[in-house]
């Protein structure tokens, strides 16, 4: 069990940006974030270097690892899980995998406008479909996470039971823009559209300080990669 004054570093790249945060006992010592495409192999492990040196710490320090492990960009998550894995392995550490989902709905039940809410993340897939989950207004998921076309996900969202609901995550707005006027008017659209490596890193203690033995990192997709297989001959 990590102890509640326990260093864990967060590690997000799932998307198009990539950030780190170092924190210890709750206290957040560092955070680096920066809007990027591609690169990300590239620029998180100086950026992971930079916010520990940030916080005056190094490598060393680190009781534990955090990383979103899904759903985003294929090799987003690849890059993140791949530096995880093998720090954690380095070190003798504990890695610490947390949804994309869990991160975004966090940072919204942080702010007022989630009060008396539930809260449903909406992340971009760049397919048809979106990827969903809902959480209660306590911050329990309410059921599995769903990859549904935008017009599936506000038949879902306009349920009996499912409002009143604050709308967050990089794809809400799809969905906003297919749902009536009445239906919209119950449901508003939070500012927060990604996963940041502060709400990894914060779960992440979280989970250790429970005393979870942290499973074998595997990313979420909710769906297949797009791959052809070769023609034969």
């Known amino acids: ?84 894995k093998g720090l ?4 003798g550490i504990p890695v610490f995998g947390v949804t994309g989902f869990d991160a975004v709905a966090r940072a919204v039940f942080a702010t007022e406008a989630a009060a008396g809410r539930g809260v449903a993340v909406i992340l971009e897939s760049r397919r048809a479909d979106l990827f969903l989950q809902i959480f209660t ?7 599995p996470p769903v990859a549904l076309p935008p017009e599936d996900i506000a038949a879902r969202l306009c349920q009996a039971g499912a409002a009143p609901l604050l709308l967050a995550g990089d794809a809400a707005d799809k969905v906003l823009a297919v749902l009536d006027q009445e239906s919209a008017a119950m449901l508003r659209s939070s500012s927060i559209t990604a996963p940041d490596a502060r709400e990894v890193a914060l779960i992440g203690l979280e989970m250790a300080a429970d005393g979870d033995i942290p499973p074998a990192l595997q990313p979420l997709y909710l769906r297949a990669p797009d791959v052809t297989a070769p023609r034969a001959g």
């Open 88 to 91: 954690g392995q380095a070190l």
């Open 137 to 143: 207004t306590g911050g329990a998921p309410d059921g």
């Open 1 to 84: 069990m990590l102890s509640t004054s326990g260093t864990i570093i967060g590690i997000d790249s799932s998307t198009g940006a990539c950030s780190i945060a170092v924190c210890r006992g709750g206290a957040m010592l560092a955070h680096f974030h920066e809007d990027m495409t591609r690169g990300q192999s590239e620029r998180l492990a100086p950026m992971a270097e930079a916010g520990l040196a940030a916080a005056g710490l190094g490598f060393s320090d680190l009781d534990a690892i955090a990383v979103t492990r899904g759903p985003g960009s294929f090799t987003g998550l690849r890059i993140g899980m791949a530096f995880a």
